[in-house]
């Protein structure tokens, strides 16, 4: 409300108060011939009346100021949506109805770390949301939180208006993944809706973190009661959500254990090596932290079973682990022999035809599934074996990569002479005419496909072409020949 407005509204309600009513007033008065009036007096009752009339002005204000000022205290200051950011930091925001930044907070030393060359969280005050959610990914991103492929952060949003907060919720993973593919950054980005409870609320305070995290701390003592919720609070989002996924059948080390763990079986301290990665793996068929160590400027790579905490050395950490606690199996009625049989009768292969033939054992949403891959007859085939049943869950069939690099001249050469289009002299069909194929093979437009990303890169010194876009629910995934055109592999999934 504007000054002038204020004053308008004061001036109407003196009115209704005191009513400009004189010939009344007059009519009740007496002739008053020959009294004599006290000028004192007179001045005294004009001061009092003057004063009288101050005294209702100001309780007006205050009415007025209680009412119309009350309510746009009420909707600037009023928290309307709770939202908070993990990785390993946790980072709390509060935010109005008109989802401006009203507080932030970092819950723990990381997230107070990651907010320092933002006042401490202070100079987001008053932002937009989105706009500051962008800010605290990026200075996650800068800070190394999301710089692995694995990588994940979890966006909670708390809200009593359940359409407000999805609303919230779907804005803001798209506004995350959009700084992240900006970035060129592969980390997963988790999201859900929380509501209010007291005891989670305690519980995420005494640990420093977010009521988002413990809630979905709390998805997993439901799988395990056994598990204590203050150990897995310290634990990574990524590590979290790989325990979830795989069932939770134990208690992790950590990830500072794990370094640990490495350190005391090579003999070495702190002052031994100038850096140190630890990556949880836990949704491997044998979980497990990939420890490395820079030491005197040699790389090299650990495996801690991420159960038993045992230790080992080498390329194929997943494949000589020790064994842990094994993954729950109920859910497994078919051997890996029985789910590459049903993958190569589907495919009408030999198995003495199929050449590098792998079966990997993997979980999607607890579920155990086989992934089977061979080569034969000049194809690459990929199938998804459900665990349980043995049913083929997805399978794709593409030219192998090798044999299109061996065509690749010939093509060239019959181009020239059908006159057909021959592909760019310089080895480069370019990134315009690599996504026009793409799409033309998914059968789709280039207005249908949302979030269309290309990239250039170099497999075994061919130059190919990295596509990535989405349409009605589903990702897709091409790697295009720079040289051809031709499409070497494809995968659509659904986007999750």
Known sequence: MTDRELDQRLKTALEHAAPDDLAAVLSRCGTGKGNVIDMKNASNAKKNKSWKKGLIAACLALVMLAGGGGLFYQQAYAVASVVSLDVNPSIELTVNKNEKVLSCTGLNQEGVDV???????????????????????????????????????????????????????????????????????????????????????????????????????????????????????????????????????????????????????????????????????????????DVELLIDGRETDYGVHAFSGEVIQGAELPNVLVPGPALPQDAVAVTEDEAEAIALADAQVQQSAADRLTVKTDRDDGRIQYDVEFFADGYEYDYEIDGQTGEIMSWDKEPDPRAARETAPAATTAAAATGAPAPDPSGDVGEAAAVAAALEHAGLTQEQADRIKCERDRDDGRVEYEINFRCDGYEYEYTVDAATGAILDHEQEWDD
Do not use: W
């Open 115 to 289: 907010l320092a060359d933002m006042g401490g969280g202070s100079d987001l005050k008053g932002a937009k949301l989105d706009v500051a959610v962008n800010a605290i990914v990026g200075a996650l991103v800068r800070n190394g939180y999301l710089d692995d492929l694995d990588s994940a952060i979890l966006i909670s949003v708390e809200d009593s208006d359940t359409v407000r907060g999805a609303r919230l919720q779907q804005e803001l993973v798209a506004s995350v993944d959009g700084v992240l593919q900006t970035a060129a950054n592969s980390a997963s980005v988790l999201s859900q809706n929380v509501t209010a409870d007291r005891s989670l609320d305690d519980r995420a305070q005494r640990n420093n973190i977010s009521t988002g995290k413990a809630y979905l701390i709390d998805q997993i003592v439901a799988r395990n009661s056994g598990l204590d919720f203050d150990a897995l609070a310290a634990l990574s989002v990524e590590e979290l959500r790989d325990l979830l996924e795989i069932g939770a059948p134990d208690m992790p080390i950590g990830q500072d254990a794990a370094l640990q763990a490495v350190l005391d079986f090579a003999g070495l301290t702190d002052a031994d090596y100038t850096y140190a990665e630890v990556d949880p793996e836990l949704d491997e068929r044998v979980p497990y932290y």
